[in-house]
């Protein structure tokens, strides 16, 4: 027989369940540098961005300043969709205010609890500011637990809300930038940091 707090908790996980299938979720199409980025979520939240890699990414120009424009978007949209594209938008014209701007509500699994990925994202979103990088081993530790460098490496192919929650900033002790969704994003990786290193120095 199981205890009342064993019990509670199993219920307090099957509401959240439902309240996350309740939701309904719209998406939102931006055309950025780095080419097609969807952003999906919910009254409560932002739940995913995806970053499309269907071109490659922009080439920079002091004649052609960087844009992010709304391509496709619902007819209404929440108030944290809303804040989530004026910061993307933000940070690829105007990298330099983009801190300055409120981050939307996440409303992702991932992100709630105080599961090690939750933490480790939640550290990196709050410690490792623009044009800033952090190895592997070092957000480890600021998470709490120095030996699980490889538990940070997985958080990060698990953070559902790249870019604003920064795991392009994770690099290799070695300096190397290291893998990028994956391995398939590698160029991007490169080309984020290249975008917060220049726009820092100007």
Not at 20 to 43: A, D, H, M, N
Not at 146 to 171: D, E, Q, S
Request: proline letters at 7%; glycine letters at 8%.
């Amino acid at each position: 027989m199981s205890s009342p707090d064993s019990s509670s908790l199993h219920e307090g996980s099957e509401i959240k369940k439902q309240e996350e299938s309740r939701c309904t979720q719209k998406t939102i199409s931006l055309l950025s540098p780095l080419g097609t980025i969807q952003v999906s979520g919910c009254e409560n939240g932002v739940h995913t961005i995806q970053i499309l890699m269907d071109v490659a990414p922009a080439e920079r120009s002091s004649k052609a300043p960087l844009s992010c424009v709304v391509t496709d978007s619902p007819a209404e949209t929440s108030p944290e969709m809303q804040r989530c594209v004026e910061w993307l938008q933000a940070y690829f014209t105007e990298p330099q205010t983009a801190g300055s701007l409120p981050l939307p509500a996440f409303h992702h699994p991932a992100l709630q609890g105080d599961a090690f990925t939750s933490r480790v994202l939640q550290v990196l979103l709050r410690d490792v500011k623009f044009g800033e990088t952090v190895s592997y081993k070092r957000l480890a530790e600021m998470a709490g637990n120095p030996r699980a460098v490889r538990a940070v490496g997985g958080a990060m192919r698990r953070n559902p809300v790249p870019l604003l929650i920064p795991c392009h900033r994770v690099i290799s002790s070695s300096g190397q930038s290291g893998p990028y969704m994956s391995g398939r994003g590698d160029h991007l990786k490169q080309w984020l940091l290249t975008h917060e290193r220049q726009r820092g120095e100007g």
